[in-house]
């Protein structure tokens, strides 16, 4: 069923928020799991659907991340996030985006993490912008 899920917000975002909330109640429960590919699917989608109170829980589980590979996927899932972000989990959030420039990748590794970041500030609204204009950049 994560799978399905998985596949589903990939093909197509999920408007409706009735169908949001129910994916989300079907499966916030099971956040965090303990394998990391049950993590990373089920971070992926439960912020897709705006599931209560997952943006902390994936913030978290960014900065704890053991491999920079899940700390990257947490960062880019929470991207898209517009709602369930407060002071502190969008400071962690941003000042996760400075301790990366010291993760290791390829070529076009730093314009990557710079792009998460970049889309990350179009999706604030202008007060937040605002606010966390420092770290933000």
């Not at 975002?13 to 990373?40: C, H, R, Y």
């Not at 969008?90 to 996760?96: D, I, K, L, P, V």
Request: proline residues 3%; hydrophobic residues 45%.
């Amino acid at each position: 069923m994560i799978r399905a899920y998985g596949l589903l917000m990939i093909r197509q975002e999920i408007q409706d928020a009735g169908q949001k909330a129910m994916v989300a109640s079907q499966l916030d429960s099971l956040f965090p799991a303990s394998t990391e590919a049950l993590n990373l699917e089920l971070a992926r989608i439960l912020v897709a659907v705006e599931a209560p109170g997952i943006v902390p829980r994936v913030v978290s589980r960014m900065e704890s991340a053991p491999s920079q590979k899940e700390q990257i996927h947490y960062a880019l899932c929470l991207r898209n996030a517009k709602k369930g972000w407060n002071a502190k989990t969008r400071t962690a959030y941003f000042e996760w985006f400075l301790k990366a420039a010291s993760l290791q990748g390829g070529h076009s590794f730093s314009g990557f993490i710079a792009n998460i970041r970049k889309e990350a500030v179009a999706n604030m609204s202008a007060r937040e912008r605002e606010t966390f204009k420092e770290i933000g950049r």
